[in-house]
C-alpha cells in the first residue's frame, strides 16, 4: 500500500539547518509531486512547498522562499526538505505528503517529524 | 498568500448534520476545482477526506460531502458520529501554483 516513511525527530540549534527525508513506497513515485507542510504544536497546518518529482521543479511559499530546498532522489523515491537558518519559531511537526496528480492534493501524508530549534 | 477562513469550531450532536466552510478569493477556492478537506485526530497525521471540492477517495465515507459556490467551499458531514470529532482543514491551489490551507476547525460531537 501507499506508504511514506520520515526520518526521525531533530534538535537543532537556532542559526542551523535541518534536513527531512520522506521515503516513498507503493505508488509511482516518478509521476507524482510531494508536498510539505509543517504545523507547529495547536496551531494550523502550513504549506511550505512542492516539488514534482519527474521535472524537479519546485514551487515555494514566498515565506519560505529564502531558506527552504525540496528535492528528490528517484532511485531510492525519497524527497528531501531542508529548511536553514534556523529559528525558534520554526520549532514544529513537519509533513511529507504525496499528490498523485500533481494538483495540490495531498493524498497520503508521511507520519511527521518533529523538529525542535532551541539553544 | 492568507490563510483560507473557516469558523474556529462547530458542533453538532450525533446522527445531525453539520456544514464547515471555507472562504477564499478568485485567486484560489474560487478560480480552482482543487479544494480538499483534510481530517485530523490529536497526535495524528492529516487524512484526505474529499479532493477536487467533491470526490472521496476510496474508504472515506458517503457520509462526507464537498460542494462550491464562488469562493466558498464547503464541507458537510451527516448522521454525525463520535469518531468524527477532529480538526478539519481545507485546502487550495492557487494562481501562484502554491497551495494554501484554512486555519482549521475544530468539531465537536455533543
Known amino acids: 500500500q501507499m506508504q511514506l516513511v520520515q526520518s526521525g525527530p531533530e534538535v537543532k540549534k537556532p542559526g542551523t539547518s535541518v534536513k527531512v527525508s520522506c521515503k516513498a513506497s507503493?505508488?509511482?513515485?516518478?509521476?507524482?509531486?510531494v508536498q510539505w507542510v509543517r504545523q507547529a504544536r495547536g496551531q494550523r497546518l502550513e504549506w511550505i512547498g512542492w516539488i514534482v518529482v519527474g521535472s524537479g521543479n519546485t514551487n515555494y511559499a514566498q515565506k519560505f522562499q529564502e531558506r527552504v530546498t525540496i528535492t528528490r532522489d528517484m532511485s531510492t523515491s525519497t524527497a528531501y526538505m531542508e529548511l536553514s537558518s534556523l529559528r525558534s519559531e520554526d520549532t514544529a511537526v513537519y509533513y511529507c505528503a504525496a499528490d498523485i496528480a500533481a494538483a495540490g492534493t495531498c493524498d497520503y501524508w508521511g507520519q511527521g517529524t518533529l523538529v525542535t530549534v532551541s539553544s | 498568500q492568507s490563510a483560507l477562513t473557516q469558523p474556529a469550531s462547530v458542533s453538532g450532536s450525533p446522527g445531525q448534520s453539520i456544514t464547515i466552510s471555507c472562504t477564499g478569493t478568485?485567486?484560489?477556492?474560487?478560480?480552482?476545482?482543487?479544494v480538499s478537506w483534510y481530517q485530523q485526530h490529536p497526535g495524528k497525521a492529516p487524512k484526505l477526506m474529499i479532493y477536487d471540492v467533491s470526490n472521496r477517495p476510496s474508504g472515506v465515507s458517503n457520509r462526507f460531502s464537498g460542494s462550491k459556490s464562488g469562493n466558498t467551499a464547503s464541507l458537510t458531514i451527516s448522521g454525525l458520529q463520535a469518531e468524527d470529532e477532529a480538526d478539519y482543514y481545507c485546502s487550495s491551489y492557487t494562481s501562484s501554483s502554491d497551495v494554501v490551507f484554512g486555519g482549521g476547525t475544530k468539531l465537536t460531537v455533543l
Open positions: 478568485s485567486s484560489d477556492v474560487g478560480g480552482y476545482n482543487y
Open positions: 507503493g505508488f509511482t513515485f516518478t509521476s507524482s509531486a
